[in-house]
């Protein structure tokens, strides 16, 4: 019988290194993004979704949600393969901070550095935490912190 499961591509718990860095493919957020999200999670901020408003603000134009950047950031550090296949569970944000906005338009990617790790061997792998730091096409960072995540151990 042909085994059709998925390769896991990711890093195992003890391959985690403080000090290791990831960088993402870049993502350029787009209206539909904004749209989509504002249906999604029904957060339909004049400052997301209505041009004519925007232009009264500072921003002087809409701006995407915070959430929907951390979200987009989440699928391009997936998308690195590093997490794929050995990431048992997301476990907390820290220290988030939106920095800058995120226009349509605009190209972002995240930095990312280990920071630290902790092993729970009764848990099957260990914590890694992941700092963050999202950056536009001017290579501006527009929001940071980090992510905790628990990673399976070398089976």
Same mark, same amino acid.
């Given at each position: 019988?042909?085994?059709?499961? *998925? ?5 195992? =718990?003890?391959?985690?290194? #403080? &000090? $290791?860095?990831?960088?993402? !493919? ?7 993004? $904004?749209?989509? %999200?504002?249906?999604?999670? &029904? ?9 004519? %408003?925007?232009?009264?603000? *500072?921003?002087?134009?809409? @701006? !995407?949600?915070?959430?929907? $950047? +951390? ?5 391009? !550090?997936?998308?690195?393969?590093? +997490?794929?296949? #050995? @990431?048992?569970? %997301?476990?907390? /944000? ?7 906005? @995120? %226009?349509?338009g605009d190209t972002v990617h995240a930095d990312i550095e280990v920071v630290e790790t902790k092993a =729970? *061997? ?9 700092? =963050? ?7 501006? /960072? #527009?929001?940071? &912190? #980090?992510?905790? !995540?628990? /990673?399976?151990?070398? *089976?």
């Open positions: 019988m042909e085994n059709n499961s *998925p390769s896991k591509r990711g890093l195992y =718990f003890e391959e985690f290194e #403080t &000090g $290791i860095n990831f960088t993402t !493919a870049g993502r350029t957020v787009t209206e539909a993004d $904004i749209v989509s %999200f504002a249906g999604l999670s &029904g957060d339909y901020n004049w400052i997301h979704t209505d041009a004519e %408003f925007a232009k009264t603000t *500072p921003f002087e134009k809409r @701006v !995407a949600h915070g959430l929907l $950047i +951390l979200s987009i950031v989440s699928g391009l !550090a997936n998308q690195t393969g590093f +997490l794929e296949g #050995t @990431v048992l569970a %997301f476990r907390e /944000i820290k220290k988030w901070k939106f920095s800058r906005p @995120v %226009f349509i =729970f *061997p009764r848990l099957g792998g260990g914590t890694v935490e992941l700092e =963050f730091k999202v950056k536009n096409q001017d290579g501006e /960072i #527009t929001m940071k &912190g #980090t992510w905790n !995540a628990l /990673i399976q151990s070398r *089976p």
